[in-house]
């Protein structure tokens, strides 16, 4: 019956404790990190390498995320399963072709054309 229609909800994450989308340290995007670590004791994320040069280089480094006021120790590094999970799930939910550049117009073309290049377009 018209109006009995029902919409079907599909939740992936209820919840997401990912502080920091980039390296404080490197400006990488965190989805693109190949040894993601997390601080246990402010939870940020950075990239494996840069951040333990950055610990054995200072007395006591503190976080560099702007205003963490967490001092950084070698022990206190590391990564999870559950890191890695939430950085795979952030990964699946980007879009598939962020820089996309190119365009087609097909404004002055016929419905039918249109269409045709929206649906070859679609299984690409």
Do not use: W
Not at 7 to 22: A, D, G, K, P, R
Not at 23 to 30: R, Y
Not at 108 to 118: I, N, Y
Request: aromatic share 2%; charged share 30%; with cysteine.
């Amino acid at each position: 019956m018209p109006g009995d229609e029902q919409e079907e909800l599909v939740m992936t994450s209820t919840q997401n404790s990912i502080l920091n989308m980039h390296c404080p340290l490197t400006l990488k995007p965190i989805v693109e990190l190949e040894n993601p670590v997390r601080c246990m004791d402010c939870r940020h994320i950075y990239d494996k390498d840069p951040i333990m040069s950055h610990i054995r280089r200072s007395k006591a480094p503190n976080c560099p995320v702007a205003g963490c006021p967490a001092v950084l120790q070698v022990a206190r590094i590391f990564c999870d399963t559950f890191l890695r999970m939430e950085i795979e799930e952030l990964r699946s939910s980007r879009p598939s072709a962020p820089n996309a550049t190119e365009v087609e117009d097909i404004s002055d073309q016929g419905e039918d054309e249109a269409e045709d290049l929206m649906d070859d377009d679609e299984d690409e």
